[in-house]
């Protein structure tokens, strides 16, 4: 096992490492007791991913800033020379699939089965290797947290198709699109392609979408802990339930700007045209829609800026970006609630307990789609204990979590 441990030090810091170890024998137990005909495996992981900057800009072909972090799916595989794909996860039951049928199937929408499907389609599709494995996993990536488990699922299985039968000749970036074409088609989610770009590319990572068929994405190098900072997701345990309406109405909503001006998405509209016609812009349309647009202008700069302020080594400038980015989401693009529970206000209670802690000296903002569920905050080091009891005496023990930021994507070890 000396060889897992030095392939381990290229993921995760020092201090988790003795963690890892055991999570990765234990893994590999549980697969030698589900599938013992195996003398020869491999193992993958995975991570989450968080979203950093560009709130809501992706799916308007804009630009975001986004990061892998240290909790992951971690796989052991090894090829069984067959037709089928068998996959045991621990807390989920998935089927087998076989490679020999992989038609859409209506009744598997929103199942681990139709991404695992939806993937080795396309593979096949671009003329792809796809053969038979065997695979045990478990994941650490927080669910409902806005982390992304699904993107970093999805990768899993594009990484070990990858190495096992590609020869790892498939990039990164093509990983991602094969992930986002299973989601939308198979799946039945019409997400954008930040999670799973930031998911396979790892570290944080810059991604322009104006072609989002051919992305520009650039790796930064930069890490929190040199300044002394923790980056936190507080789960406020918000409902997601019935919130599909208020996600795709800020799609429809920034979708009917770009209408008037005769376009299919923001990203196409001049700003300044834009700014100069608002006033006959409300003649035709609602004001939540322009006031989402202002948004979109906004926090497409933003995470520009803050690309450049990493890149700059300069947190100051970066921790100023990321408050103005919360306030133009707040105010303007309006996700921090939903309409339907005007009375349920978690993210803006964590949000306003957080800045009466943190005051000058950190920040927070929501994090992902919003109206329930999760905040992301930077928060010193010197705060950071006050700050995680804080968050747990109101919103539940497994409410904070502390994590690093992984400069590797999804990967076989």
Known sequence: MQKLNQNLKKIYKEESLVYQEQRYLKALETFKKL????NDFSFYSSPGRTEIGGNHTDHQHGMVLAATVNLDIIAVVA???????????????LKEIKLNDLTFN????GSSEA???????????????????????TSDVLKGSGLSSSAAFENLIGTILNYEFNNADISATQIALISQYAEN???????????QMASAIGGFSFMDFKEPQKPIVEKINFDFSDYNYFLCIVNTKGDHVDLTSDYTA?????????KAFGKKDLREVDEKDFFDNIASLRKQIHDRAILRAIHFFKDNQNALKEAQALKNNDFETFKNLIKDSGNSSFKFLQNIFSLSKPLEQNLALALALSEKILKDE?????HGGGF???????????????????????????????????NIGATKL
């Open 250 to 258: 800020i799609t429809e909503e920034m979708q009917l700007v770009a």
């Open 185 to 195: 088609v198979y799946f039945g989610k019409a997400c954008g392609l930040m999670d």
């Open 106 to 109: 209506p009744n598997e929408i």
């Open 362 to 366: 950190g920040v927070s903002r929501v």
């Open 35 to 38: 599938y013992p005909k195996h």
């Open 372 to 406: 329930a569920g999760t905040i992301q905050a930077y928060v010193p080091l010197k705060l950071a204990q006050e700050y995680e009891e804080s968050m747990k005496k109101i919103f539940g023990q497994d409410s904070c979590h502390m994590l690093n930021i992984r």
């Open 79 to 93: 090829p069984n020379n067959s037709d089928s794909i068998c996959i045991n996860s621990e807390g989920f039951n």
């Open 115 to 137: 991404l695992i499907k939806g993937i080795c389609s396309k593979f096949k599709n671009l003329n792809y290797n796809v053969k038979g494995f065997d695979a045990y996993a």
